[in-house]
């Protein structure tokens, strides 16, 4: 187990899910909790443990703990992997984990990540108040928790499928979706149904909690979508962008290699594509990376590209030389750097939810390419909503320039970026999330009034 510190102010355990879009949310999500009074510990498989404590700066602030995982070294931690060591192996570890904390001095909560349902039960085994997180869009977990809904409609079978083809308006004032891009249609059809499957397990469990904190602005910041089904259960307390509550630098799972940055430095203001599909290659497989690749080199555009050693390896014969001085590639980029800089003209991304709401942030024009999940969500949200990006219709060489062209000739997206920025990042929107993550505590204090448990006796607030 990691390192134990025995304090004796209240602790909030938090379980995310093992992977970056999830670790760095939660932990900034745990920086929170310190101002307010609290001792974070967020526990994690080892896997990723050892990643968190070799490289993230507020590993001291927000303690972080380890369980075994239960897989041996050599299987692959993959979706299905992970669900299973999450469903049979974690459980038992972290129920013990919350015993030795709890004798400790008290855990007054356990705030677990949505798609880490797993650890409710646990919390509820050990009689700890539990809160769930949603590290992704609120509209994504409207979607999702109207799966009941749609099967009843008959636009999905009861394992998930669709019964049709075709744009949908799958939730009023939505932006429509094709019914192939549900988040859990990805890959084969046995492997959709094991996903629907996880969702509507996660939908259940997440109903008995009394709140859900949400990685998310207020109502998506679609006018027409109201916050009605915040009065439902769980009560839902947006409190994102957590990068507005945290002020540290983003936790990275990966070495950052700093070199771009000069290497950015030395290029025309806004003319660079930056590209990265987070920590999520996998999905788009090794012919595109090979046409992505093909497709920049052509359009002639300056380019960044995160790309790791082993998908270098698929790339043409002596592409990486061939193009040095057109464009840069690296393993792993500080991207909240990279995107402030103002050589940056545009983010060709796969529309992950934390990277979605890092260019925001910077006010960078987005070229989506949604691979898989919530992507298709934010993608939606970015170009009908919003409008601050274009969406990619391949990656031959004329998408890529078509792509390009198309985002960076908008001359309107700059003030949308602007507007969007302001509304749902400036001043009276990080006051509100800040209000909004108070309501939450103090209800969390009304609960230990109301049901004082033997854990809650040390919560000196
Ligand atoms: O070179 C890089 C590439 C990425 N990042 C960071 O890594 C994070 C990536 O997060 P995200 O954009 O959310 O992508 P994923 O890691 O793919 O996130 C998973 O989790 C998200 C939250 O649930 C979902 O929205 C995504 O679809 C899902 O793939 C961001 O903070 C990036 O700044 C870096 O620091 N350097």
Redesign the pocket.
Known sequence: MGNMKCTKRAKIVLVP?P????V??MLKLGQAFLSHGFEPVMVTPEFIHQRIISRIEFKDEVVCMSIPDGLDEKTPRDFFAIEKAMENNMPAHLECLVHKLNEEGGVVCIIVDL?ASWAIKVAKKCAVPVGGFW???LATYRLISAIPDMVHKGLISETGIPQQGGSVCFLPGQPMLNTEELPWLIGTLATRKSRFKFWTRTLDRSRTLPWLLVNSFPEGCNENESMESSRDYPHVFPVGPLNKLAVAK?P?F?E?DMSCLDWLDKQKPASVVYV?????VGPIGEGKVKNLALGLESSGQPFLW?LGPAWREGLPAGYVERVSKQGQM???????EVLQHKAVGCYL????????M?AIQCQKRLLCYPV????FV?CAYIVEVWKIGVKMNGFERKDVEEGVRRVMEDNEMNNKLMRLNEKTMGDAASSRVMANLTDFIDDLKKLTVEHPVKALCSLNL
């Open positions: 899910y992977a970056q879009g999830h760095t949310p798609l590290p992704a869009m983003n990275s990966w950052e990265s599909f987070g920590s999520w995160v690296v393993s792993w980029a500080p991207q909240m991304t796969h529309c992950g939810w934390n990277s979605t890092e898989a999940g919530d992507q934010n």
